[in-house]
């Protein structure tokens, strides 16, 4: 962080970049800690103001803000680290959500790191978390890959890429393009279980689960409105053969070489020998015997 003086030649504590995240769709949804950060700090970034007007306005805010969009972004950036260095504390956020993610502010967080800037993130709401928690589909392993290409050849490669990919893989999408996208999945990974999350924690959410074909069937003969999560099922394990001596071998050696409890055993064995959780945890009870 470079030293900046006053005129009577004290140093100045540099400031901090706060990254925080805003509401997607409920004002309701901003914590008590980004309120105070947006009160307390000498200014607000944001990519779009007249949108953060509506939110800071809600709260109660008056901090100043000034703009930081894709297109100026890498100008910008530099203006606000000097600030930074200079004493200001600033936050930025986007439009919605948290910031970097398919929005603004890699550049500005890199470019604040490269100078030895603070930076401090503020957790709140992201679409995909949003709708993940809510898709009924596994989270343990998923992949997010921003929004799906345009054009329909490099959207199927998008597609074509993840075909034999065991994890769930989110998406962003746009209205206009959601009905091609959904043939695209159902010519490229078959019928896989879907879905299709719009308008998170709007007054018109909606959230359609099921096949490809199931969700185009409902959403095929309708006009389709707002911002869009999609969520794609991951390529399902072929079910394995495997030896039963072989499963008490690692059964065995498990035991003797790490401290797991059953549950942890069970599922770890389950991956592995890709068969039922119940079926490994039936030859653990019965090695302890």
């Known amino acids: 962080m470079k030293t900046v003086t006053d005129k009577k030649g004290a140093h100045k504590q540099p400031g901090i970049l706060y990254i925080v995240a805003t509401p997607i769709g409920n004002l309701e949804d901003i914590t008590f800690r980004a309120v105070r950060v947006l009160k307390a700090v000498k200014l607000i970034a944001a990519e779009d103001t007249r949108q953060t007007r509506k939110l800071l306005n809600a709260y109660g805010i008056a901090t ?83 929004f799906l290409p345009q054009k329909p050849d490099k959207r199927k490669g998008v597609l074509l890429s993840i075909k034999d990919d065991p994890r769930t893989s989110v998406f962003y999408e746009s209205p206009k393009r959601l009905c091609a996208a ?3 999945i159902s010519d490229v990974l078959g019928n896989r279980n879907i879905v299709v999350a719009r308008e998170l924690t709007k007054v018109f ?14 959403l095929s003969n309708r006009v389709i409105k707002g911002e869009i999560t999609l969520i794609v099922g991951g390529q399902a ?20 070489t790490e401290d797991l409890s059953v549950k942890d055993m069970a599922d770890r064995l389950s991956d592995e020998f890709a068969i039922s959780r119940r079926t490994v945890y039936q030859q653990i009870l019965k090695s302890n015997e």
């Open 64 to 146: 100043p803000q000034t703009s930081l969009f894709d297109r100026n972004e890498k100008v910008k950036s530099g203006y606000l680290i000097k600030k930074i260095e200079e004493g200001f504390d600033i936050a930025y956020v986007s439009d919605a959500g948290t910031p970097g993610v398919s929005d603004p502010g890699f550049v500005l967080i890199n470019e604040a790191i490269t100078h030895g800037v603070q930076v401090v993130p503020i957790p709140g709401v992201s679409a995909v978390i949003t709708a993940l928690c809510a898709s009924g589909l596994p989270m343990t392993s998923f992949v997010f890959n921003g």
């Open 182 to 184: 959904l043939q695209d």
């Open 205 to 218: 959410e909606e959230i359609v689960r099921g096949s490809v074909d199931d969700v185009m069937g409902i």
């Open 237 to 256: 394990k072929t079910p394995a053969q495997y030896s039963r001596q072989e499963l008490r071998k690692r059964i065995e050696k498990l035991k003797k």
